[in-house]
């Protein structure tokens, strides 16, 4: 019989004839055992509490909230989400590693003024920057093990424009990328604060 077959499934029943079957011996020996199991479990209880104290415990008798449960296992959850960002940066991080190894390799032909190569070093120093902002725990600059040279070209140039593209929350235009490479003139500062100095002494003089 099965939902759709034939007959299919029933309805409903009508009772046609109740029977009663008695066995004294039978339920004797049941009511024995019965108060047997009883005396054996008086003689154990209270039954020894587990080692450790199992957690639920307090909120299966209502002594515990839910917030509280929360917050106790808030520190676990932090701890296992922090764990799996550094495995995702870690992974992250061996295939911009792998990309610059790459870039490394291929011919000038394939990547004309190092665009893909200067994009691939700005991925990373964005990436660290987050590793660093979200205590990541994971030193991304150290697992790039980059030589003096680019090691160089990662903190003139990548590590600025990546930090200041974050900061602005999108594309640095022309302008902005020329400003932010452009190094400061030596002596600015103090030459300005110098002609204001002089320009009040030959007022003065005057």
Known sequence: M????????????????????EDSRMWSNYAGRRNEIRRLRGEDLPLPR??????????ARGEQT?????????PLVTAAAKARAKDIAMASARTLKSAMAAMDAAEE???PGSVVEANIFQA???????????????????????????RAMYRTMAKPLGEATIAKGGFLNQQEYIELLQPPKKGGAA????????????????
């Open 2 to 21: 099965r939902p759709g077959g034939t007959p299919g499934l029933p309805t409903g029943y009508h009772v046609r004839r109740v029977i009663r079957v």
């Open 50 to 59: 587990p080692e450790p104290q199992a957690k639920t415990d307090e909120l």
């Open 66 to 74: 839910e917030a509280q449960l929360c917050a106790s296992l808030a």
């Open 109 to 111: 032909a394939r990547d």
């Open 124 to 150: 990373a120093a964005m990436l660290s920057y987050w590793c660093r902002e979200l205590d990541v725990g994971l030193d991304l600059e150290a697992e790039l093990a980059l030589d003096s040279i680019k």
């Open 191 to 206: 030459a300005a604060k110098g002609s204001k100095k002089g320009g009040r002494k030959e007022n003065g003089s005057r």
